[in-house]
């Protein structure tokens, strides 16, 4: 299995301003994905990192305003920028697993945007 | 496009009684079904999965069977205890690897 820790746990901002996420993993994994959930709907992915590379992003979401990190095998950081109310979401980390079908997921970080 | 519904919650049970969370999904090809848990304050966990037509996946007393004539992965335990309280979700991971995920069930199992 896979630890992961995000910081942080919560924060509050306020418009305009930008939050970086971080996002540790107690094993060195390829890839590293950041979801979002919106209140009261699905988590929804927002790019994959792989470690050296450019991180991959899903269609509506740009690296304008999530530009991510990935420095090295056990880290991350998210970076949601200009942020809006829009952003109040909660943000999670995950990895896959070594297992076939595992994936593995941090605590989340809860925006709220005011 | 894939997705996965799940029944809306919150749903509030006392100890000992049976639940059932309802989770239908749409898919092409053949995904691979999953059930998350998450318990307060902590990270998704795996807690049951099947990966083809008619496996039931079980664990910690859940069970759900990969229906595919039904497109349905419901979510079983015949006595939920306290600690079972946590919000739920179904997921799918489809042939590209992609995993799409339901809004989440939230369970409280009061004494």
């Known amino acids: 299995s896979a630890v992961i820790s995000q910081k942080p746990s919560r924060d509050i901002c306020q418009r305009g301003t930008s939050l970086t996420i971080q996002c540790q993993v107690d094993?060195?994994?390829?890839?590293m994905f950041w979801y979002r959930q919106q209140p009261g709907q699905s988590l929804t992915l927002i790019a994959t990192a792989n470690q050296g590379s450019e991180a991959t992003y899903e269609s509506g979401f740009v690296i304008d305003k999530f530009p991510i990190s990935r420095p090295n095998l056990t880290f991350s950081t998210l970076t949601v920028s200009n942020l809006s109310p829009e952003d109040s979401s909660i943000y999670l980390c995950?990895?896959?697993?070594?297992?076939?079908?595992?994936?593995?997921f941090g605590p989340g970080t809860r925006l709220t945007v005011l | 496009g894939d997705s996965v519904t799940q029944m809306e919650g919150p749903v509030t049970l006392s100890e000992e009684a049976c639940l059932t969370i309802n989770c239908t999904y749409t898919a092409t090809g053949y995904p691979s079904l999953f059930w998350y848990v998450q318990y307060p304050g902590e990270g998704l966990q795996l807690l049951l999965k099947a990966t083809k037509a008619d496996d039931k996946g079980s664990n910690k007393g859940f069970e759900a069977t990969y229906r595919k004539e039904t497109t349905s992965f419901h979510l079983e335990k015949g006595s939920v205890q306290v600690s079972d309280s946590a919000v739920y979700f179904c997921a799918l991971r489809d042939t590209g690897n992609q995993f799409y995920f339901g809004t989440g069930t939230s369970l409280t199992v009061i004494p």
């Open positions: 995950s990895v896959e697993g070594r297992a076939p079908d595992t994936q593995y």
């Open positions: 094993s060195q994994v390829t890839m």
